[in-house]
């Protein structure tokens, strides 16, 4: 048993309770609620670990529950399901701070991964000569973040095991980046990397990109890169199956 407690949001009861089977299943202590205005019910009520709900709904859509719960409850993480193309409004929320978007149909063995990666391992740590103006920015939509000065502070920070992300500069003068992504990767099969380059030096882009889910061209604003972490969560999944516990 996990012992997490889970808030799944669906207006479709038969999805819903399906789903909180499968999670229970695995371990989770799942709480439904059947809309936004529920589920702002039952955060008000007890704390929760990590939100999954469902984006489009009548009423309050998930998106709107991010917000409302990111103001109620600030820093948890929430998941958003979708079997639509992503729509300019959840490109905002991704940009303000929610966790990723769940594709449906889903594999439930893969969303109970991302679902123990977001409540285990919140950490984004950061690799960049700007990385504290890069840490008060994912602070900023709630995204826990923390600057790594060194590569052996950044290795020690992964093999803690509380890293989720880590966003890593190939073009550092005292780091070699890929080297360090190399290492991190091997620490942790299933840290998800996003590489950063000011530069357009191929060898260090080939070097990188057979570790990192994502590779950034700098300079990079704030929420394009909060939003290319969530984007590189779900990629990673995909890539790994089902992550470590």
């Known amino acids: 048993m996990t012992g997490h407690r889970v808030l799944v949001v669906d207006d479709e009861a038969g999805l819903r309770t399906t789903l909180a089977a499968n999670l229970e299943l695995d371990g989770f202590e799942v709480v439904e609620a059947e809309d936004g205005a529920q589920a702002l019910a039952r955060a008000r009520e007890q704390d929760f670990d990590v939100v999954l709900t ?5 009423g309050m859509s998930g998106v709107e529950l991010f917000r409302q719960l990111q103001r109620m409850r600030p820093g948890i993480p929430v998941l958003l399901m979708t079997g639509f193309a992503i729509e300019n409004v959840v490109r905002d929320a991704l940009r303000e701070g929610a966790y990723m978007v769940v594709p449906k149909p889903f594999d439930v063995e893969r969303l109970s991964s991302s679902l123990r990666r977001a409540i285990d391992r919140p950490l984004v740590c950061v690799v960049d000569e700007g990385a504290e103006a890069m840490v008060r920015a994912l602070e900023g939509v709630g995204v826990s973040a923390r600057a790594a000065a060194s590569e052996e502070e950044a290795v020690d920070m992964v093999d ?7 966003v890593v500069d190939l073009s550092m003068p005292a780091i ?20 950063l380059s000011g530069q357009n ?10 570790h990192a889910v994502s590779i950034l061209r700098k300079p990079v604003l704030p929420h394009d890169l909060i939003e290319a972490i969530a984007h590189a969560r779900v990629r990673r999944v995909g890539r790994s199956g089902q992550a470590r516990r």
């Open 54 to 58: 469902d984006i489009r709904m009548p």
């Open 176 to 195: 070699d980046g890929p080297a360090l992504v190399a290492r991190l990767r091997a620490i942790d099969p299933d840290l998800v990397l996003v590489a």
């Open 160 to 166: 803690a095991g509380q890293v989720g992300v880590c």
């Open 201 to 210: 030096v191929d060898h260090l882009l080939r070097r990188a990109a057979a």
